[in-house]
């Protein structure tokens, strides 16, 4: 299928299409991670002071501090980008910061490297997420702009569902030679070169197809983070409830994700679990954000 015939089959923008797309590359690399570095971290190339913490905890923390840097750096990044009147600028310098922290992990040998550029990728990654979505929802029409969020978010599922299959697959399948150069890399070094070209594939994307909208609304200077509803017709901010129903839903997810191994081992499951709900999610992701058609509600 040519990618008019997908932009005229979802009805999307191709500014849109374009953000999905890089946003895929980037969170498969990004979903590289969360299987690559447990591993990185057991296999005992990682070395130095531990902080006193096993094993477990550690990689744990790894994973963890990317989420705790950018949901903190998330509201600062998305007002900046509002006083600034640009995104795009915003969507490819988190892409380069996050493409060159990929390439950092190769020389992350202890802790502590590790941890700052887990904390550098999560702030990178604020600016991306919140100048990509905001541009998506400014280059939408009013009637397609649901449709439009739902191919994005399904681009970006599809891309964090295989993630975890294709690391997988890479680190069982090394270490590789590389091509007329005596010496061999680590099934590591190339899921974490891969990553670093996801990230390069969508800066391309972005600079190629993706444009500021020419009149942007001017934004209020003043940061405003409303928790009870001003106008008194509810109790919370509607924008604050949803940020606490986001916040539990991704609690139950990661919880689950702790799980996966185990539930794996007792149903003698060939492939991961979260691997698959995320494709699953991936696929009706699109239909889900597509207003009804001559509905009778």
Do not use: H
Not at 190 to 213: C, K, N, Q, R
Not at 238 to 254: K, R, S
Request: include cysteine; aromatic fraction near 8%; proline fraction near 5%.
């Amino acid at each position: 299928m040519s990618a008019s015939t997908l932009t005229s089959f979802f009805d999307t923008d191709r500014r849109v299409l374009a953000l999905a797309i890089a946003r895929m590359a980037d969170a498969l690399g990004n979903s590289f991670l969360v299987i690559v570095l447990p591993l990185y971290v057991a296999s005992g190339i990682v070395s130095g002071d531990a902080f006193g913490l096993s094993e477990p905890m550690i990689a744990g923390l790894v994973l963890a501090v990317f989420g705790i840097a950018s949901s903190i750096a998330q509201p600062f990044a998305g007002r900046l980008s509002d006083l600034a009147g640009k995104r795009r600028v915003f969507v490819v310098g988190g892409l380069l910061v996050f493409m060159a922290s990929n390439l950092g992990f190769i020389w992350a040998e202890n802790y502590t490297l590790l941890f700052a550029l887990r904390i550098i990728q999560g702030t990178a990654a604020a600016f991306t997420i919140t100048a990509s979505i905001a541009l998506v929802n400014e280059v939408s029409r009013m009637d397609s702009r649901g449709g439009n969020m739902g191919v994005y978010n399904s681009f970006r599922l599809v891309g964090f569902g295989a993630g975890p299959l294709l690391a997988s697959l890479i680190i069982e399948g090394g270490p590789y030679t590389v091509p007329g150069v005596k010496t061999s890399v680590t099934g590591f070094e190339v899921t974490f070169f891969i990553a670093a070209l996801a990230a390069f594939v969508s800066i391309v994307l972005v600079l190629s197809i993706v444009e500021d909208p020419e009149n942007p609304e001017t934004a209020d200077r003043r940061f405003n983070l409303a928790i009870r509803d001003r106008s008194g017709r509810n109790t919370l901010d509607p924008i604050f409830a949803l940020g606490i129903a986001t916040l539990v839903m991704a609690a139950c997810v990661a919880m689950l994700s702790t799980l996966e191994p185990q539930v794996n081992d007792r149903l003698a499951l060939p492939e991961p679990v979260c691997s698959r709900r995320r494709l699953l999610s991936a696929a009706t992701s699109p239909t889900a954000g597509r207003p009804v058609r001559n509905s009778p509600c």
